[in-house]
């Protein structure tokens, strides 16, 4: 477990499409979450254009852009928030830094688009790169693992090799073993009981475990019932050792973080 607390990205999608309705908001309503979401203590804004749902498909640029440009810049004008911005693609990237995101959210680990790599070394953008099997419109569809844990951590350090051979700082590079993506139940489930184990590979990591739907499996239950569950994951993860976890829920999320951070304090005897 880290030694500080893990910090919350709060997701905020700036679209109709995403799975979970409760973090869908257009326009204005995007700002007016982003800002409630940083008073309730996130440590990042995560925003996205577009939705990576199992069964979704690209959007275009310029549809991309319009929904999520205006929103960032809205919401720098109101904060100075750590900003991330959910895209696969080099020209939203780049006008999303301009506007003042820091963070390039890339479900493809900059494979989609060449440009995305030197753009982010270029402007010194931190990145998460994240595992995904399939593209989000297939995806769910056969996903097969010989042995997912270790697949999943080769090809993670293999991202991560391509993007420092790109130019791209060691400690600006942030792992997602990718919940959800191209992922079964059985598979999201080996992850998050060896996710110690992709941390161990040195880089900080994102769990992205928020309402997936391999926890309503599990517990039972929908995406809109699956909070109870989605903080049991997110509390494996911390433990096991993740630097930030994106959520839905924000202050279940600190209030979550904030806890563990303390408990271990006090099993190691600094409080």
Partial sequence: MSTCPALVMAIVNCNEDSFYAGSRAIAGDAVEKALRAEEDGAAIIDFGG?????????????????????????FRKKSKLSVSVDTRKAKVACYAMDAGADIINDISALADDVEMAPLCAERGASVILMHKKGDPDHMQDAPVYGDIVPEVIAFLLLAAQKALGAGIPKEKIILDPGFGFGKRTKHNMALLSHLAEIRAAGYPLLAGLSRKSFIGEVCGRSAEDCLAGTMAANAAAIMAGADIIRVHDVKEGVDLAKFLYVLEEMRQGKQ
Avoid: F, H, K
């Fill in 50 to 74: 577009e939705s990576s749902r199992p069964g979704s498909s690209y959007i275009e640029t310029d549809e991309e852009l319009r929904r999520v440009i205006p929103v960032i810049e809205a």
